[in-house]
Protein backbone atom coordinates (compact mmCIF):
# COMPACT_ATOMS: atom_id res chain seq x y z
CA UNK A 1 0.00 0.00 0.00
CA UNK A 2 2.58 2.88 1.07
CA UNK A 3 4.53 1.41 -2.25
CA UNK A 4 1.85 2.38 -4.32
CA UNK A 5 1.26 5.74 -2.85
CA UNK A 6 4.73 6.59 -2.97
CA UNK A 7 4.47 5.71 -7.22
CA UNK A 8 1.74 7.90 -7.48
CA UNK A 9 3.14 10.29 -5.64
CA UNK A 10 6.13 10.46 -8.06
CA UNK A 11 4.22 10.02 -11.25
CA UNK A 12 2.23 13.05 -10.27
CA UNK A 13 5.24 15.24 -9.53
CA UNK A 14 6.49 13.56 -12.78
CA UNK A 15 3.80 15.35 -14.85
CA UNK A 16 3.77 18.30 -12.81
CA UNK A 17 7.81 18.75 -13.89
CA UNK A 18 6.97 17.86 -17.32
CA UNK A 19 3.79 20.48 -18.02
CA UNK A 20 6.03 23.18 -16.16
CA UNK A 21 8.89 22.57 -18.39
CA UNK A 22 6.87 22.60 -21.62
CA UNK A 23 5.98 26.77 -21.37
CA UNK A 24 2.95 25.72 -24.03
CA UNK A 25 2.00 29.26 -23.72
CA UNK A 26 4.17 30.87 -26.00
CA UNK A 27 4.42 27.99 -28.17
CA UNK A 28 3.47 28.80 -32.06
CA UNK A 29 1.86 25.99 -33.83
CA UNK A 30 3.54 25.31 -36.85
CA UNK A 31 2.73 27.15 -40.14
CA UNK A 32 0.65 29.89 -37.96
CA UNK A 33 3.22 32.75 -38.21
CA UNK A 34 2.82 35.12 -40.82
CA UNK A 35 6.33 35.37 -41.77
CA UNK A 36 7.18 38.62 -39.65
CA UNK A 37 10.89 38.03 -37.76
CA UNK A 38 9.51 38.49 -34.36
CA UNK A 39 13.16 40.27 -33.41
CA UNK A 40 12.02 43.36 -36.01
CA UNK A 41 9.40 45.91 -35.54
CA UNK A 42 6.39 45.94 -37.61
CA UNK A 43 6.30 47.65 -41.20
CA UNK A 44 2.02 48.08 -41.31
CA UNK A 45 -0.39 48.10 -39.77
CA UNK A 46 -1.88 44.85 -40.72
CA UNK A 47 1.78 43.20 -39.28
CA UNK A 48 -0.03 44.27 -35.50
CA UNK A 49 -2.14 41.07 -35.98
CA UNK A 50 -1.93 38.59 -33.65
CA UNK A 51 -1.40 38.27 -29.56
CA UNK A 52 0.18 40.80 -27.48
CA UNK A 53 0.70 41.33 -24.19
CA UNK A 54 0.77 44.39 -22.67
CA UNK A 55 2.82 44.86 -19.29
CA UNK A 56 3.16 48.14 -16.69
CA UNK A 57 4.35 48.42 -13.34
CA UNK A 58 0.59 46.57 -11.80
CA UNK A 59 0.93 43.75 -14.16
CA UNK A 60 0.20 42.30 -17.55
CA UNK A 61 -2.88 40.97 -19.97
CA UNK A 62 -3.06 39.83 -22.89
CA UNK A 63 -4.65 41.96 -26.12
CA UNK A 64 -5.66 39.83 -29.53
CA UNK A 65 -5.32 42.61 -32.52
CA UNK A 66 -6.90 42.20 -36.01
CA UNK A 67 -5.43 43.46 -39.56
CA UNK A 68 -6.37 46.90 -38.97
CA UNK A 69 -4.25 47.09 -35.40
CA UNK A 70 -7.35 47.11 -33.23
CA UNK A 71 -8.39 44.41 -30.50
CA UNK A 72 -10.48 43.66 -26.87
CA UNK A 73 -8.67 43.49 -24.00
CA UNK A 74 -10.16 41.63 -20.73
CA UNK A 75 -9.36 44.43 -17.79
CA UNK A 76 -12.48 46.96 -17.58
CA UNK A 77 -14.03 45.61 -20.96
CA UNK A 78 -11.33 47.83 -22.80
CA UNK A 79 -10.60 48.41 -26.40
CA UNK A 80 -7.61 49.52 -28.18
CA UNK A 81 -7.41 51.23 -31.29
CA UNK A 82 -4.39 51.70 -33.62
CA UNK A 83 -4.52 54.98 -35.30
CA UNK A 84 -0.72 55.17 -36.94
CA UNK A 85 2.31 52.99 -37.06
CA UNK A 86 5.25 54.37 -38.87
CA UNK A 87 8.94 54.60 -38.56
CA UNK A 88 8.85 52.35 -35.66
CA UNK A 89 6.25 54.48 -33.77
CA UNK A 90 2.99 52.92 -32.76
CA UNK A 91 -0.23 55.51 -31.83
CA UNK A 92 -3.36 54.88 -30.94
CA UNK A 93 -6.07 55.39 -28.32
CA UNK A 94 -7.69 53.10 -25.88
CA UNK A 95 -11.47 52.91 -24.02
CA UNK A 96 -12.72 51.00 -21.21
CA UNK A 97 -16.14 50.93 -20.12
CA UNK A 98 -15.66 48.89 -17.53
CA UNK A 99 -14.50 51.99 -15.70
CA UNK A 100 -15.87 54.62 -17.85
CA UNK A 101 -11.90 55.92 -19.31
CA UNK A 102 -10.64 56.62 -22.25
CA UNK A 103 -6.78 57.64 -23.67
CA UNK A 104 -3.89 57.67 -25.49
CA UNK A 105 -0.84 55.55 -26.18
CA UNK A 106 2.53 55.84 -27.93
CA UNK A 107 5.61 52.90 -28.17
CA UNK A 108 8.49 52.79 -29.97
CA UNK A 109 10.62 50.13 -31.02
CA UNK A 110 14.56 50.47 -30.58
CA UNK A 111 17.61 48.59 -32.10
CA UNK A 112 15.00 45.58 -33.90
CA UNK A 113 13.99 44.94 -30.02
CA UNK A 114 11.04 42.56 -30.07
CA UNK A 115 9.73 44.87 -27.28
CA UNK A 116 7.42 47.98 -27.43
CA UNK A 117 8.04 50.04 -24.65
CA UNK A 118 5.93 53.47 -24.61
CA UNK A 119 3.57 55.78 -22.57
CA UNK A 120 0.13 55.99 -22.18
CA UNK A 121 -2.25 58.55 -20.63
CA UNK A 122 -5.60 59.75 -19.92
CA UNK A 123 -8.23 61.75 -22.16
CA UNK A 124 -11.37 61.41 -20.45
CA UNK A 125 -11.97 59.59 -16.73
CA UNK A 126 -15.95 59.65 -16.88
CA UNK A 127 -17.30 63.07 -17.20
CA UNK A 128 -14.42 64.72 -16.90
CA UNK A 129 -12.45 65.95 -20.28
CA UNK A 130 -9.52 66.83 -19.37
CA UNK A 131 -8.11 64.84 -16.32
CA UNK A 132 -5.22 65.77 -14.03
CA UNK A 133 -4.52 62.13 -13.41
CA UNK A 134 -1.05 60.99 -15.02
CA UNK A 135 -0.87 58.06 -17.24
CA UNK A 136 2.08 55.58 -17.28
CA UNK A 137 4.51 53.37 -19.02
CA UNK A 138 4.31 49.73 -20.54
CA UNK A 139 5.82 47.64 -23.07
CA UNK A 140 3.84 45.24 -25.58
CA UNK A 141 5.40 42.16 -26.95
CA UNK A 142 3.92 40.07 -29.49
CA UNK A 143 3.21 36.64 -28.48
CA UNK A 144 1.85 34.84 -31.38
CA UNK A 145 0.72 36.35 -34.99
CA UNK A 146 -1.31 34.66 -37.21
CA UNK A 147 -2.08 34.90 -40.54
CA UNK A 148 -4.10 37.71 -42.48
CA UNK A 149 -7.65 36.72 -44.08
CA UNK A 150 -9.49 36.50 -40.69
CA UNK A 151 -7.24 33.62 -39.53
Known amino acids: MQKSIVKLFLIIINVFVAVGCADLSHQIPQGEGNGLDP????????????????????????????????????????????????DGVWKGKWMQAGNDREGGFELK?????????????????????????PGGTFTMQRISPFLTGGK
Do not use: C, M
Open 39 to 86: SHSPQQVQDLAGIWEYADKTGSNTITLNEEGNGQYEWEDGWFETQELK
Open 109 to 133: WLDDSPVAQGRWWYTRIGQDHNPLE
